[in-house]
């Protein structure tokens, strides 16, 4: 069954092995008979500060997301949301975060609870949540040493908090300073064979 999936990418270098990643994931997906909206953050421009407005109208029904409502609408069309990115000091570019903090406001990913207490999801349509990363760092200065932040804040923080039986995956190129042009090689084939799997 034919999906729709938004893309989202974040890096500042359109050269860079996450670009080649991101056209990897959209050709896949194109080839398997999915729709995909690319939303490229950097070459769209996107401004990932909070605004005053946004902050003042964070917790009223509904918050003021003006600015940003054509990205929620794309967002709400979506069945599935892949996260290409890299991590820099072991968490999301700003740009990502800002991602987050605008466009997963209240009333478009969540609902706060009026008693208090924990939120209820809103993003119903999205039934995958995929991330695909790179770090500078080995494998175990990631996950034994610094405990997988990014994992853990995708998975048990946006992932819970904003859907219900969400499909999460993350697969992540460790030690990407130092990485051969055949592992990177190596990577894309990975990436394409998770991919061919939605």
């Given at each position: 069954?034919a999906?729709?999936?938004?893309?989202?990418?974040?890096?500042?270098?359109?050269?860079?092995f996450?670009?080649?990643?991101?056209?990897?994931?959209?050709?896949?997906?194109?080839?398997?008979?999915?729709?995909?909206?690319?939303?490229?953050?950097?070459?769209?421009?996107?401004?990932?500060r909070?605004?005053?407005?946004?902050r003042?109208?964070?917790?009223?029904?509904?918050?003021?997301?003006a600015?940003?409502?054509?990205?929620?609408?794309?967002?709400?069309?979506?069945?599935?949301?892949?996260?290409?990115?890299?991590?820099?000091?072991?968490?999301?570019?700003?740009?990502?975060?800002?991602?987050?903090?605008?466009?997963?406001?209240?009333?478009?990913?969540?609902?706060?609870?009026?008693?208090?207490?924990?939120?209820?999801?809103?993003?119903?349509?999205?039934?995958h949540?995929?991330?695909?990363?790179t770090?500078?760092?080995?494998?175990?200065?990631?996950?034994?040493?610094?405990?997988?932040?990014?994992?853990?804040?995708?998975?048990?923080?946006?992932?819970?908090?904003?859907?219900?039986?969400?499909?999460f995956?993350?697969?992540?190129?460790?030690?990407?300073?130092?990485?051969?042009?055949?592992?990177?090689?190596?990577?894309?084939?990975?990436?394409?064979?998770?991919?061919?799997?939605?």
């Amino acid at each position: 069954m034919a999906l729709r999936f938004l893309v989202v990418l974040a890096h500042p270098l359109p050269e860079s092995f996450a670009a080649s990643v991101a056209n990897a994931v959209v050709e896949t997906l194109r080839q398997n008979g999915h729709d995909v909206d690319l939303l490229d953050l950097y070459r769209e421009d996107f401004d990932p500060r909070l605004s005053a407005r946004e902050r003042q109208t964070y917790f009223d029904t509904p918050c003021d997301t003006a600015a940003v409502d054509p990205i929620i609408a794309r967002l709400k069309t979506a069945d599935g949301l892949i996260l290409v990115f890299p991590q820099w000091w072991f968490n999301f570019p700003a740009i990502l975060k800002g991602f987050f903090d605008r466009i997963f406001a209240p009333g478009v990913a969540f609902h706060h609870d009026p008693a208090g207490g924990r939120i209820r999801p809103a993003l119903g349509n999205i039934r995958h949540l995929y991330a695909f990363t790179t770090t500078g760092s080995p494998w175990w200065v990631v996950k034994l040493y610094m405990g997988d932040p990014v994992r853990r804040l995708l998975k048990r923080g946006i992932a819970v908090f904003c859907a219900k039986n969400l499909d999460f995956r993350m697969l992540a190129l460790h030690d990407m300073d130092r990485v051969t042009a055949q592992k990177l090689s190596s990577h894309l084939v990975r990436v394409r064979r998770v991919v061919e799997r939605l």
